[in-house]
Every structure is written in C-alpha cells, then in structure tokens.
C-alpha cells in the first residue's frame, strides 16, 4: 500500500537560515503530493501541492519538487522566520484515489 | 459556510459515554474526510463520504465508531460507550470534489478527551 517517511523533528533553525525538511514515499502509479502545515493552535492548512513529475510547487516562499525517480518531495525554504514555526506533514494521494496518506509530521521551531 | 466547522471545539466525557462530533463542510463540496490526530502522532485516516455514502470506511478502529452523512453536507462521528484510547483530536476535512487533484480543507477539530 502507499506509505510517506518524512524527516523526523523536531528541527530547530535559527532566523534566516535555510531549511529542507525530507520526505519519501511508496505508491503506484503518480499520485498527486501535497504539503500541509499546522500552526500552533490552528487547524492544518494546504501549503502547496504537485500533480505530476518535476511539478514544483511554492506557496509563502516555501517550495517542493515533484521526484518521481527517486519517489521524494522535499519542502525547502531558503530563508525561514520566526512566523514558519510549525508542525508540517507531507501527505501523497494515490492516483485516482480518494484518501490522503499523511507523515508524521515533523514540528519546526525558528529562533529569533 | 467560508470554511470548514466543527463542534464541539472541546469535548470531555466519562468513559463509558457516547459522544457525537459534528463537522460542517465547505457549500458545494461533495467529500469529506474524517481523521483523528493522537498526542505526538500522525494523521489516522477514518473515514471517507462522497455525497451521502461512504465508499471507504477502512479506518473506523472499532465497531463503536460509525459516521453518517445527510443532505450531502453535515457529517456526524459518533463513538459509543468510548475508552480512553479514544482521546485525540478528530479533524475533519472536505474537498471539492474526490479526485487526487484537489487538497483539503480541514476544520480546526474537537479535541475528545475520555475520563
């Protein structure tokens, strides 16, 4: 079945410096890849998505690749604040398919 | 409605209890999606509604869970005679349609806790 493995947290950055936080997955065919981001205390939200390979998908300044060779779609921000503080889950959705498998999240922290 | 409504917000109950968790859906989106978030896990997916059915109700843990889905809107979770190991965030999303193309939008969940 479709599996995701993401980084584990939790990572903690200090203020403008560059974050990448991994994520591989399992599943047949193409299945579209999305990124959610939980704020403390709020719901999660989409923060970006790919429908098919070497899609990039960017959202707030963050950004994610769509690797069917190597099955990944790293989240990447090249300058982080403050405010990025957050949980964040990568979540592939089988091609043709209705459920959205979720990581497990990995909590970032930004110190000013 | 402009996003996606549950309620309670919070909910504690005695173990032993039925409880019902309600979730107003984004008008016009046709599935919803019900997960529960446990302390320091992941998302667990629970159920899922296209319109009124339910074609993938894999999730559900326990034959004490069931969900309904009326009107191709409202969505009720109801947990009978709950345990402890029920505690958890119960999150509920819809998307506008059910293809792969389309994220969701989540609500901002009842937090259950049993005592």
């Known amino acids: 079945g479709n599996s995701v493995t993401q980084m584990e947290g939790p990572v903690t950055l200090s203020e403008e410096a560059f974050l990448t936080i991994n994520c591989t997955y399992t599943a047949t065919g193409y299945p579209s890849l999305f990124w959610y981001v939980q704020y403390p205390g709020e719901g999660l939200q989409l923060l970006l998505k790919a429908t098919k390979a070497d899609d990039k998908g960017s959202n707030k300044g963050f950004e994610a690749t769509y690797r069917k060779e190597t099955t990944s779609f790293h989240l990447e921000k090249g300058s982080v604040q403050v405010s990025d503080s957050a949980v964040y889950f990568c979540?592939?959705?089988?091609?043709?398919?209705?459920?959205?498998?979720f990581g497990a999240g990995t909590r970032l922290f930004v110190k000013a | 409605g402009a996003g996606v409504s549950q309620s309670p917000s919070n909910k504690v109950t005695e173990k032993g209890k039925d409880v019902e968790l309600r979730c107003d859906p984004i008008?016009?989106?046709?599935?919803l999606y019900w997960y529960r978030q446990s302390l320091g896990q992941g998302l667990e997916f629970l159920i899922y509604?296209?319109?009124?059915?339910?074609?993938?109700k894999s999730g559900l843990p326990s034959d004490r869970f069931s969900a309904e889905r009326t009107g191709g809107s409202v969505s009720t979770l109801t947990i009978q005679r709950t345990q402890q190991e029920d505690s958890a965030v119960y999150l509920c999303?819809?998307?506008?349609?059910?293809?792969?193309?389309?994220?969701?939008?989540f609500g901002s969940g009842t937090r259950l806790t049993v005592v």
């Open positions: 008008s016009g989106h046709t599935a």
């Open positions: 509604f296209q319109g009124n059915s339910a074609p993938d």
């Open positions: 999303a819809s998307s506008s349609q059910g293809v792969s193309n389309y994220g969701y939008t």
């Open positions: 979540a592939p959705r089988r091609a043709g398919g209705f459920k959205t498998i």
